[in-house]
């Protein structure tokens, strides 16, 4: 005869929950699991207005967000702003970015070079980016050259140290390789460095295309003068159009939920060759 112990039998209860947890929630589809925050607080917000949660006046209605999303779609007003946002952030980070590629390949190659303009490097990479704000405005006044250039600034530094990076970490089994086979300087590059880099190269572009769009906002912030997303929102801060800092808000993160979708995409296209992790979430 067999005897149950308390524990075998916990064991057994647990066993039997843990087999039925995951019947317990109905699943989600996972191109949809993205949504299910976005949503539950357009469900918060919604209910916070409409059962009196909150009397702020910097909680405005949905619906008068949205009556403000149709009114600056239709009049023009909203892809005015955005065209000049983008045409700065992709002006300041093509800019940037392509600096960073060469500076970074320069220190990552170079020892000479690490050595003459490393110590240097290192040291602006501290300042802040906001604190090159009053020199930035000096030097190419308020217009969009300024704002270019504070862009640009903002993708160069993660585009450098990534390709730094990225060069130094080859590893030193595939240099001892290739010199066994005996690799011209150009082979040496092309088929060892360049693919071993890749990754953390594409990385920095990464983070720098994030940042310049960050900054884009800022630098309209700071150097007022022409349209932008950043311009608008200004202007419904002074006038207290909560209805429009709240929608500019949104486009905003819309915005650069694009950007960061399009550089995944094309970055997993061209590193296609890396494969798949196998550490990955389900």
């Given amino acids: ?129 906001f604190a090159w704000i009053p020199l930035i405005s000096v030097w190419f006044g308020l217009g969009d050259a300024a704002k270019v250039a504070f862009l640009s600034l903002a993708a160069f530094f993660p585009v450098v140290l990534n390709t730094f990076e990225g060069i130094r970490s080859v590893p030193r089994e595939l240099i001892e390789v290739a010199r066994v086979l005996d690799f011209s300087r150009w082979q040496m590059l092309r088929r060892v460095v360049l693919p071993s880099a890749l990754p953390s190269v594409f990385a920095g572009i990464h983070l720098g295309l994030i940042y310049a769009w960050l900054a884009t906002l800022g630098a309209e912030y700071l150097l007022v003068s022409g349209e932008g997303i950043g311009n608008t929102m200004i202007d419904g801060r002074e006038h207290f159009w909560m209805d429009l800092v709240l929608f500019d808000v949104i486009v905003v993160g819309l915005v650069g939920f694009v950007l960061n979708w399009l550089a995944t995409q094309l970055e997993n296209r061209l590193l296609a060759w890396r494969g798949r992790s196998v550490a990955q979430f389900q």
């Fill in 1 to 129: 005869m067999t005897q149950v112990t308390p524990s075998s039998s916990s064991n057994a209860a647990t066993s039997s929950l843990a087999k039925a947890s995951p019947r317990a929630w109905p699943s989600v589809p996972k191109a949809l699991r993205g949504w299910v925050l976005p949503v539950l607080i357009l469900l918060l917000w919604w209910l916070a207005v409409r059962l009196g949660w909150s009397q702020s006046p910097l909680l405005v209605p949905l619906g008068k967000v949205w009556d403000t999303a149709v009114h600056q779609a239709l009049s023009g007003e909203l892809w005015r702003a955005l065209r000049a946002s983008l045409w700065r952030d992709l002006a300041g980070f093509s800019i940037g970015a392509s600096a960073g590629l060469v500076f970074g390949a320069v220190l990552g190659l170079s020892r000479l070079g690490e050595h003459l303009l490393g110590p240097s490097f290192h040291t602006l990479k501290q300042i802040s980016l």
